[in-house]
């Protein structure tokens, strides 16, 4: 069973920074793409980055140049560095991985405030 457990999430001022860490047990990760998505209050969910198992990274437009994904084989461990963060960052931010059992962890909580 796949598991996926979110965590770093908080509330901050705009401007400030903050690192999410997704912790993957279950799957072997060495061999699956891993993704972030946020779902803003009241919106759907959106990608936001994913990772392959080469380690090639994509960004949705709104956080190129601000955000990186990155992932720890070692530690079956995905993370996601979010710097000079906006209030429209503000979202429930969940990992997956490409794995067909993959699912969806509990998601941890980002409040962004001006």
């Known amino acids: 069973q796949v598991r996926l457990v979110e965590s770093g999430g908080g509330s901050v001022q705009a401007g400030e920074s903050l690192r999410l860490t997704c912790k993957i047990s279950g799957i072997d990760f060495t061999v699956h793409a891993a993704g972030w998505y946020r779902q803003p209050p009241g919106r759907e969910r959106e990608l936001v980055a994913t990772i392959s198992r080469t380690y090639k990274t994509s960004y949705v437009d709104s956080v190129k140049g601000r955000f990186t994904i990155s992932r720890d084989n070692a530690e079956n461990t995905v993370y996601l560095q979010m710097n000079s963060l906006k209030p429209e960052d503000t979202g429930d931010y969940c990992c997956?991985?490409?794995?067909?059992?993959?699912?969806w962890g509990q998601g941890t909580q980002v409040t962004v405030s001006s």
């Open positions: 997956t991985t490409n794995s067909p059992n993959s699912g």
